[in-house]
């Protein structure tokens, strides 16, 4: 049965998409309408800060849904794939899934259409991850070869990391495979790294091996690259959708097998790669050409404290938060070349899941309940921050604290939808994870 949720007051809703049936969120006086889209249907949480959940068309919204929010995901357990009707609040379910984890889900992506969804399963008969392409508004199903991390604007690629890998380093970000069938990669690898899927066809690649990535990092770490073990983590298509950004985690192989690295192996290194991806010179596969491959953010400057890497709205520049004098976090920017690092917003702390609005004059984050910038009890602050003159308002404050902690923390990840108008979050309420919806349209006049 749905939780109730208590803690709402009724609408109606600002937009004509949106259905006056869901109920209003109004706990710490918010600065803008906020919507609760998954109030009859608990335990749902949308992907991540830099994908919305919110159809092409803004009519649907996609999250995942536990079937139990109070544990760890067992190998091949289910979860499932939840459409929401913006216009009539209807939900149902329209797939589920064996390939998640309990931050991002399944790795939920539109594609351009409202009749491309992506997400990843799991083959429990092979323990293979991949790719599924559902049309939720008909129904249909189409297996890729490849997995899914983020998904191009248009729809037409796929990118990811080996999902069975990443939680080597952290939990909560792939998928779930018995221990035994996780792989370990040591030294050079050169048949996985970053794979791309064309979805015309379902066909994937690895575009770039981790070899490839380790020889480009130029890491005074790596000197001996066979004493290293090295795992893919996020992938990212600019706004643009012409390049690629990728980060890659390392540390020195011992003897036994590890899980959870991040946070616990001080030995732990990360660089974050751009690369252009060239579709009007394809190679003999069809995949584009990768150019200009770099280490963008070095393993120097993430070792100083930082999170969190995203584009620029514009595809030229990179942000994401760093304590580039090992002090308090900052957001910062820096060109693809990996030249101009520096503040954003001079002694503005960074904090949370950045994201830079298009018109390039704020920008919008939250925070783990550990920073500075959160409020002690376990609720964080949405931020929407003026990039010329540090100014801040405080959008709204929710909690982001469940029961369980750890990788089971709920994160907001304020993730905007394609008109830039609203956006998407996580919270726990009501001792339920639920997904909300910001109008901001009155602040961006």
């Known amino acids: 049965m749905p939780t109730p949720a208590t ?254 690295m991040h946070g616990g192996r001080k030995d732990l290194r990360y660089t974050v790669f751009t690369m252009d991806l060239d579709t009007e010179a394809p190679d003999a596969d069809g995949f584009p050409t990768i150019k200009n491959l770099r280490p963008t953010i070095p393993d120097s400057e993430w070792e100083k404290g930082g999170h969190h890497v995203n584009w620029f709205p514009d595809s030229t520049e990179l942000s994401a938060n760093i304590a580039l004098q090992r002090d308090a976090m900052r957001f910062v920017r820096c060109n693809l070349d990996g030249s101009g690092l520096r503040e954003v917003v001079p002694g503005v702390v960074g904090s949370g899941h950045p994201t830079v609005h298009p018109t390039a004059d704020h920008f919008l984050t939250d925070s783990y309940v550990h920073e500075g910038v959160s409020f002690g009890d376990g609720t964080v602050p949405l931020r929407w921050v003026d990039m010329t003159t540090g100014q801040e308002r405080l959008i709204a404050r929710v909690c982001a604290k469940s029961p369980e902690g750890g990788v089971l923390r709920v994160d907001p990840h304020p993730a905007w939808d394609r008109s830039w108008t609203h956006f998407a979050f996580n919270g726990y309420v009501d001792g339920t994870r639920r997904v909300f919806v910001a109008d901001m349209r009155e602040l961006l006049g």
């Open 7 to 260: 803690n709402f007051a009724p609408g109606p809703a600002p937009l004509p998409s949106l259905s006056d049936a869901f109920p209003r969120y109004e706990q710490f006086d918010p600065a803008v309408p906020i919507y609760c889209v998954t109030s009859d249907r608990p335990g749902c949480l949308h992907r991540f800060f830099d994908t919305s959940p919110i159809s092409p068309s803004g009519r649907y919204l996609a999250v995942f849904g536990f079937r139990d929010e109070r544990r760890y995901p067992e190998p091949g357990e289910a979860g499932d794939i939840v459409l929401v009707d913006l216009q009539t609040a209807e939900h149902r379910v329209v797939a589920e899934t064996r390939g998640w984890e309990p931050q991002m889900g399944a790795n939920l992506n539109w594609g351009g259409d409202d009749h491309a969804l992506f997400f990843n399963d799991v083959d429990t008969a092979t323990w293979d991850a991949f790719a599924v392409k559902l049309d939720p508004l008909r129904g249909t199903t189409e297996r890729m070869q490849g997995p899914v991390y983020h998904a191009s604007p248009d729809g037409c690629w796929l990118a990811a990391s080996n999902p069975k890998t990443m939680r080597r380093t952290q939990g909560g970000y792939g998928v779930v495979v018995p221990d035994d069938l996780v792989p370990r990669h040591v030294g050079e690898i050169e048949d996985d790294g970053v794979w791309l899927t064309d979805t015309n066809t379902g066909q994937a690649k690895v575009i770039v091996s981790s070899a490839e990535l380790m020889r480009v990092a130029d890491s005074p770490n790596l000197d001996a690259p066979d004493a290293f073990e090295v795992y893919g983590f996020h992938s990212k298509f600019s706004p643009c959708g012409a390049k690629l950004l990728c980060t890659t985690r390392w540390c020195r192989h011992e003897p036994e097998p590890a899980f959870g």
